[in-house]
């Protein structure tokens, strides 16, 4: 079945870092990513949509000078979160899938983020 | 109004019990659905899609659809306690983003906790 690989799958770092997010499609070609949040006790929140090669389609409320992200390729999307701070603790989900078929999402392991 | 309803639960059944989540959604146009289970502390797992009128089977999972009434279930037969999770259902709705680039976008839920018990 169709894979995903994100990574790290945990991070814990000091406010004010910048920190990186990788999601891969490790079978299939991934012409869109998407991003979610995800805080305690509380459902997926979609943060923004990238199609490869084109820029992202952010969410209300979705700062995207904070929440940089990449699809550079149709296998890689990238999230930056920028001058992290506790608030932006979470946990971060991709998810991709091949748009050109009619198949579901599949998601990553999902990365835990806690700003100290 | 909320795009996708669930009952968040929590809903608790014995083990070898049949468990019935429900989810109704809010968009006539929506034609695909898909049931996703969520551990704790994981990311979500896709369990079951269907995309047309009525029942979908695969092992203890069958999901049913009902575009008429907007209404999608998951009944997992024969429960055991490794089902406990928290259960998503997601609606796929179609969208353009400025560029003319179409794509299905997810929206989910807030989710059913099950509860399994011996």
């Known amino acids: 079945g169709a894979v995903v690989s994100q990574h790290p799958s945990w991070v814990i770092c000091k406010s004010g870092t910048s920190v990186k997010i990788e999601c891969r499609s490790l079978?299939?070609?991934?012409?869109?990513m998407f991003w979610y949040r995800q805080f305690p006790k509380q459902s997926l929140m979609l943060m923004a949509t990238?199609?490869?090669?084109?820029?992202?389609?952010?969410e209300q409320g979705v700062e995207k000078d904070k929440f940089l992200i990449n699809h550079a390729s149709l296998t890689l999307s990238t999230l930056t979160v920028t001058s992290a701070h506790p608030e932006d603790s979470s946990f971060y989900i991709c998810?991709?899938?091949?748009?050109?078929?009619?198949?579901?999402?599949?998601f990553g392991d999902g990365t835990r983020l806690s700003i100290l | 109004q909320k795009e996708v309803e669930q009952n968040s639960g929590p809903l608790s059944v014995p083990e070898g019990a049949i468990a019935s989540l429900n989810c109704t959604y809010s968009?006539?146009?929506?034609?695909?659905f898909f049931w996703y289970r969520q551990y704790s502390g994981k990311s979500p797992e896709l369990i079951m899609s269907?995309?047309?009128?009525g029942d979908k089977e695969d092992g203890r999972f069958t999901a049913q659809l009902n575009k008429a009434s907007q209404y999608v279930s998951l009944l997992i037969r024969d429960s055991q306690p490794s089902d406990s999770a928290t259960y998503l259902c997601?609606?796929?709705?179609?969208?353009?983003?400025?560029?003319?680039?179409?794509?299905?976008?997810?929206?989910f839920g807030q989710g059913t906790i099950l509860t399994v018990h011996p």
């Open positions: 998810s991709a899938r091949d748009s050109r078929s009619n198949q579901p999402q599949h």
């Open positions: 079978d299939f070609q991934a012409t869109t």
């Open positions: 990238s199609n490869e090669g084109s820029k992202a389609t952010y």
């Open positions: 968009d006539r146009g929506s034609q695909s």
């Open positions: 269907i995309y047309s009128n």
């Open positions: 997601a609606v796929n709705m179609d969208f353009s983003n400025a560029g003319g680039t179409s794509y299905g976008k997810l929206t």
